[in-house]
């Protein structure tokens, strides 16, 4: 009696097994299916940003840097800036605010001096600062 | 004739007698708060409607970043009668979550989630957040900017999420940043995965409305009347969906859905952007909570706690069970309710005016 009790648990155990076996051949594709591939993108690191000339002071101007935008500002005393546009907060895209000379976040009211600081609303952290140059009338924004 | 033996043949096969008979049977408890069991079928009605627009729409929507704002301007433009059926689908979306509301409220302040109904109660709340889903997705669909930046906001809260938020941030975009190929996922959410889990988690609750009854409050329990639910009740319901179509025609003629300005993905947020009413609470609370509480972000801090708050209304059944015996527990919950209703009115009516 004993050998039939423990072949029908083989059994069982055979059983059970290649369920969980057939579910998990079934169910990881699905999974991993529904993860996005990582796209591997050639790292820019450095950007024309805008023209000088399409720049007065006080005046700001998104550009694409890579596969995220930017933030080109130059402030009234015609200093050149450049940060990433990405709010720290939850990932709006700022702009320069010429009344009140600070970047600004539509979404929830978050607001940054001119040296990317967090300095009003709900940002936790500054914006990531770009070093700038100027190449003839081009502004060239580089990766720090 | 040939109607009796064809009558014969259905019930043979269909029992549809034995449908009737129980349809007869059933009653509706009328009583001075009967006026609430209306907001159920109201919901369930809008959507309906929403199924019915919702489909038409498919007719010429086309899912991606390319096509999708030009598609559905072809739609107000050119299609005949397209602005009526997209603002009717646009307002019953957003009358649907009102009477959502209402029906939950009303339900949860008559504390008819009480035994043997904590199960239709927490297939009712999988339903609420199924229908804000629904909302949400929707919302991009048409790949216009305020829909654009509502998604990276949204998306993002969910990427702060402990443990998962980054797998779950990737799950929902396709990718690291808001795309076309979350467009083409948040549609595939929007008309297959969420019509479909919506229509389990129905019909389990309606079922379980018909297995249960209506739920009497206690203090009319002992003196109501009865009102035959057919044709009596639904009489009165057909009334209520009648005034709804002719709500949101009207809606949608003088108020016609508005489209927007077709997204960029650099382009900075507008001025004044908002989310749908319904978010606005808590959009309106992110604003408040400062960057920093402690060691944490602020807006992990407010994110968790609606967690938290989405957690309690699965379990409250479960927490203020026995009314009958813990009657300060009764009267807590009543307060607690009170105090979640003026917080979600003053903080949607303060994002409104901002």
């Given at each position: 009696m004993g050998s039939i009790t423990s072949r029908r648990r083989f059994l069982d155990y055979l059983l059970g097994t290649s369920v969980v076996a057939t579910l998990t051949a079934i169910l990881y594709p699905i999974i991993r299916f529904m993860?996005?591939?990582?796209?591997?993108?050639?790292?820019?690191?450095?950007?024309?940003?805008?023209?000088?000339?399409?720049?007065?002071?006080?005046?700001?101007?998104?550009?694409?840097?890579?596969?995220?935008?930017g933030l080109i500002v130059r402030t009234a005393s015609g200093e050149l800036k450049a940060f990433s546009a990405v709010c720290t907060h939850l990932d709006c895209i700022v702009q320069y605010s010429p009344e009140k000379k600070q970047i600004w976040c539509a979404c929830h009211n978050g607001q940054y001096n001119l040296?990317?600081?967090?300095?009003?609303?709900?940002?936790?952290?500054?914006?990531?600062?770009?070093?700038?140059?100027?190449?003839?009338?081009d502004i060239v924004v580089n990766r720090a | 004739m040939i109607i009796e033996p064809l009558k014969n043949w259905l019930d043979e096969r269909l029992s549809v007698s034995a449908l009737a008979r129980a349809a007869k049977k059933k009653e509706v408890p009328l009583h001075r708060q009967s006026i609430w069991y209306y907001f159920g079928g109201m919901t369930l009605f809008l959507f309906v409607v929403q199924v019915v627009t919702g489909i038409l729409l498919l007719l010429y929507y086309r899912p991606s970043a390319e096509n999708a704002f030009e598609s559905v301007q072809f739609i107000m433009t050119e299609v005949k009668?397209?602005?009526?059926?997209?603002?009717?689908?646009?307002?019953?979306?957003?009358?649907?979550?009102?009477?959502?509301?209402?029906h939950m409220f009303s339900v949860y302040f008559m504390q008819a989630y009480n035994r043997p109904r904590e199960l239709t109660w927490v297939t009712g709340v999988v339903l609420l957040l199924l229908?804000?889903?629904?909302?949400?997705?929707?919302?991009?669909?048409?790949?216009?900017?305020?829909?654009?930046?509502?998604?990276?906001?949204?998306t993002d809260i969910a990427g702060v999420v402990p443990v998962v938020g980054k797998t779950l941030l990737r799950f929902l975009r396709?990718?690291?940043?808001?795309?076309?190929?979350?467009?083409?996922?948040?549609?595939?959410?929007?008309?297959?995965?969420?019509?479909?889990?919506?229509?389990?988690?129905?019909?389990?609750?309606?079922?379980?409305?018909?297995?249960?009854?209506?739920?009497?409050?206690?203090?009319?329990?002992?003196?109501?009347?009865?009102?035959?639910?057919?044709?009596?009740?639904?009489?009165?319901?057909?009334?209520?969906?009648?005034?709804?179509?002719?709500?949101?025609?009207?809606?949608?003629?003088?108020?016609?859905?508005?489209?927007?300005?077709?997204?960029d993905a650099f382009a900075p947020a507008p001025a004044g952007i908002k989310p749908e009413w319904y978010f606005l609470f808590m959009f309106q609370t992110l604003k408040y909570i400062p960057a920093k509480v402690l060691i944490f972000d602020g807006e992990v801090i407010g994110i968790l706690?609606?967690?938290?708050?989405?957690?309690?209304?699965?379990?409250?059944?479960?927490?203020?069970h026995s009314p009958e015996k813990y009657p300060r527990r009764r009267k807590?919950?009543?307060?607690?309710?009170?105090?979640?209703?003026?917080?979600?009115?003053?903080?949607?009516?303060?994002?409104?005016?901002?």
């Open positions: 993860a996005p591939p990582h796209i591997v993108e050639a790292m820019q690191n450095s950007v024309v940003a805008a023209k000088l000339n399409e720049l007065p002071p006080n005046s700001g101007k998104i550009f694409k840097f890579g596969s995220k935008p040296n990317g600081e967090n300095i009003g609303g709900p940002p936790p952290r500054p914006l990531e600062q770009y070093p700038v140059n100027k190449r003839g009338d | 009668f397209g602005w009526l059926i997209r603002s009717i689908h646009s307002w019953s979306a957003n009358l649907m979550i009102l009477t959502l509301f209402i229908c804000i889903t629904f909302g949400f997705s929707g919302y991009l669909l048409p790949w216009n900017t305020v829909s654009f930046f509502a998604t990276k906001v949204g396709g990718g690291d940043e808001v795309t076309g190929a979350t467009l083409t996922r948040f549609f595939g959410f929007h008309v297959a995965v969420l019509p479909a889990m919506a229509t389990v988690f129905l019909g389990i609750h309606v079922l379980l409305v018909q297995l249960h009854g209506m739920h009497v409050p206690a203090r009319y329990e002992q003196n109501h009347r009865r009102m035959k639910f057919f044709p009596n009740f639904l009489m009165r319901d057909l009334i209520g969906w009648i005034l709804a179509i002719g709500v949101l025609a009207a809606l949608a003629a003088l108020f016609p859905w508005e489209l927007g300005v077709k997204a706690f609606f967690m938290l708050a989405g957690a309690v209304l699965f379990a409250i059944p479960f927490i203020n807590i919950f009543i307060a607690l309710g009170v105090v979640a209703v003026l917080y979600i009115a003053v903080m949607t009516i303060i994002g409104y005016l901002a």
